[in-house]
């Protein structure tokens, strides 16, 4: 499997956008980048995924280069709410089921 | 519409104690995984159902760990003759089989051996 690598932590203002990269550079063509988040206390929570193509969601965009070898996860208008660790995983969509996070992104949102 | 859902959401349990925990997946979902995860560590894949298929047992910690799923749908996790070790939050997770890695997780429980 791809590993990836994420920042550490960020600080975002609340309101502003929160872009959140991840490095995945020896991602192979039929993986997926999935971005999960964990609000402290709460089972973790599946945001988006993509395969090459800039995705949308109600909760967040999800864009990758077209080498594949990064994305970023856009939240477009943080919350408070948002504070969580958030986790950029790829996988092969139908056949990778045991999840493993890294350490992920702690991204604290402040008002 | 309805979520994971699990209970108890919280189980404090004395040393040697078996205890039960209960999944209730989305409705619909074909695929069911139970985790869990230590105070600050990451996940730990326990167990996997799809559909009629024989369950994926490969990250059950110990023979004290066993787990059903009945009618394809609720499931639940026993611990026999509980030990300390075994405190931890217990997820429970569930997907389409198409998207595997698209999973929808519950609240957990939160287990306590004391």
């Known amino acids: 499997d791809a590993k990836t690598t994420q920042p550490p932590s960020m600080d975002c203002a609340e309101g502003r956008a929160a872009n959140l990269p991840c490095n995945h550079s020896t991602i192979s063509g039929n993986e997926y980048v999935y971005w999960y988040r964990q609000i402290h206390s709460q089972g973790p929570q599946y945001i988006i995924h993509?395969?090459?193509n800039n995705e949308t969601n109600e909760m967040a965009s999800l864009i990758i280069t077209e080498d594949r070898k990064s994305s970023t996860l856009i939240l477009p208008h943080a919350t408070l709410r948002d504070t969580a660790v958030y986790y950029c995983?790829?996988?092969?969509?139908?056949?990778?089921?045991?999840?493993?996070f890294g350490a992920g992104t702690t991204v604290t949102v402040r008002a | 519409g309805a979520g994971v859902s699990q209970s108890p959401s919280n189980k404090v349990t004395e040393k040697g104690k078996d205890v039960e925990l209960r999944c209730d997946p989305i409705s619909g979902h074909t695929a069911l995984y139970w985790y869990r995860q230590s105070l600050g560590q990451g996940l730990e894949f326990l167990i996997y159902?799809?559909?009629?298929?024989?369950?994926?047992k490969s990250g059950l910690p110990s023979d004290r760990f066993s787990a059903e799923r009945t009618g394809g749908s609720v499931s639940t996790l026993t611990i026999q003759r509980t030990q300390q070790e075994d405190s931890a939050v217990y997820l429970c997770a569930s997907s389409t089989d198409g998207s595997r890695s698209e999973q929808y997780f519950g609240p957990g429980t939160r287990l306590t051996v004391t």
């Open positions: 995983i790829v996988s092969l969509r139908s056949n990778d089921y045991k999840l493993s």
């Open positions: 993509g395969l090459k």
């Open positions: 159902f799809q559909g009629n298929s024989a369950p994926d």
